[in-house]
């Protein structure tokens, strides 16, 4: 029979006042006494439960919701915390996930220069497609231009001279 290797663990959290002061080896007063010197709200989690890191903490400090060791420990968290969200934003522009703000503008400024000349280019592109026309033709010619505009836009193509109407 093979001989049960696992121990105990110790929780993360404790339900009642009671189980924190029996994990930390002291009375439930003292206990007390830490919530009112808790005014960071650190010893309890948003159940109301006591928080095992935090229970040690105080504990270190004799009660006080500060300390050195507590800054300290708080400042590190904070490094580590700052590290891995600067390793995510590098992890997203190497997978392509977050372009620079630059490279943002660049594009929009590109796109814009496109929709430009291609609606600088209307006025002589125009009169010879809609020359001897009837007004219904016309309109229709205009919007497929327009149409034609907005989708170098969207998609930032590449603006050609040639009409995107064929003279019918």
């Known amino acids: 029979m093979a001989k049960n290797t696992e121990t105990k663990k110790?929780?993360?959290?404790?339900?009642?006042r009671r189980e924190a002061?029996?994990?930390l080896g002291v009375s439930e007063r003292t206990i007390s006494n830490y919530l009112k010197n808790d005014t960071e709200g650190v010893l309890k989690n948003a159940k109301g439960y006591y928080i095992r890191n935090s229970l040690d903490r105080f504990k270190e400090?004799?009660?006080?919701a500060g300390g050195p060791k507590t800054?300290?420990?708080s400042a590190e968290a904070d490094i580590k915390e700052f590290k891995y969200k600067l390793m995510q934003r590098e992890l997203?522009?190497?997978e392509g996930r977050l372009v620079s703000r630059e490279d943002v503008e660049k594009e929009s400024i590109k796109k814009i220069l496109m929709v430009k000349r291609v609606l600088l280019g209307l006025p002589?592109?125009?009169p010879p497609l809609l020359k001897n026309k009837p007004t219904r033709k016309m309109q229709d010619i205009i919007r497929?231009?327009?149409?034609?505009c907005i989708n170098i836009f969207a998609k930032g193509e590449a603006?050609?001279?040639g009409s995107s109407n064929k003279k019918k």
């Open 61 to 64: 400090n004799n009660g006080a």
């Open 124 to 126: 002589r592109k125009l």
């Open 10 to 16: 110790t929780p993360d959290v404790f339900k009642t």
């Open 144 to 148: 497929a231009e327009i149409i034609h």
């Open 21 to 23: 002061a029996a994990y």
């Open 92 to 94: 997203e522009i190497e």
């Open 159 to 161: 603006a050609t001279d």
């Open 71 to 73: 800054r300290v420990i």
